[in-house]
């Protein structure tokens, strides 16, 4: 079983519409929750980062946490065009220790106008 | 205040060559991170250099290494190119604690003919 689990299924949506997108993990002692965006032959953006278990909101996004079923969920509102990428999970803590980041496969989201 | 930089951005190499790729941080960021992205394994951890100090390594063969420079750029080498190398591969730079963002640069795409 791999750490860190994202469906890597593409995603198409209407412009306007709410992409939801999730990971699981297996490593109970990750403590610090990330979300990137990743554009074609870009580097990876951070969008949202958080510590342990709760919501954070900027913006029209919303990352969730639940560690007790070690769940993560990114919600993107009033979907543009522009948002049209690869979205990527990542946390960090626990064994891993210092910088070392795990990674989901990511989830390419196409926004149709 | 600029971005971390890579470079090149892209490289072409053929089997049994060597390369060495160079990462400049945020100014001020302490912690040079490396993985490498595949379209079949995702972004995998390479390793860690704080303080000119390898801090993390990750599951790579030796053929992978890498050094932190006083100013704290850092590089990357890898001998012995094989076909499977072909990758982005992306820095990431970071204050110091693992509890700092980590910021990605634009990747170098290698191509191993």
């Known amino acids: 079983q791999k750490e860190v689990e994202q469906d890597p299924g593409p995603l198409s949506v209407p412009e306007g519409a709410i992409v939801s997108l999730n990971c699981t993990y297996s490593n109970s002692a990750f403590q610090y929750f990330m979300w990137y965006r990743q554009y074609s032959r870009k580097g990876p953006e951070l969008l949202m980062y958080?510590?342990?278990?709760g919501n954070k909101e900027d913006g029209r996004f919303t990352a969730q946490v639940d560690k007790s079923s070690k769940y993560i969920s990114l919600f993107i509102r009033d979907s543009q065009p522009s948002d049209s990428a690869t979205y990527l999970c990542?946390?960090?803590?626990?064994?891993?220790?210092?910088?070392?980041?795990?990674f989901g496969k990511g989830n390419q989201v196409v926004v149709i106008p | 205040k600029a971005g971390v930089t890579q470079t090149p951005r892209y490289l072409i190499k053929t089997r049994g060559q060597q390369v060495t790729l160079s990462c400049s941080p945020i100014s001020g960021h302490r912690s040079v991170s490396w993985y490498q992205q595949t379209p079949g394994q995702g972004l995998q951890f390479l390793f860690e250099?704080?303080?000119?100090?390898?801090?993390n390594k990750g599951n790579f063969p030796g053929r992978f290494s890498g050094r932190q420079f006083s100013n704290s750029r850092s590089e990357m080498n890898v001998s012995t190119l094989e076909l499977g190398d072909s990758a982005l591969y992306l820095c990431?730079?970071?204050?110091?604690?693992?509890?700092?963002?980590?910021?990605f640069g634009p990747g170098t795409r290698l191509t191993v003919l």
């Open positions: 990431a730079s970071s204050r110091s604690t693992s509890t700092d963002t980590q910021y």
């Open positions: 958080t510590y342990s278990s």
């Open positions: 990542a946390m960090k803590g626990g064994d891993y220790g210092n910088n070392r980041l795990a």
């Open positions: 250099y704080f303080s000119e100090t390898q801090r």
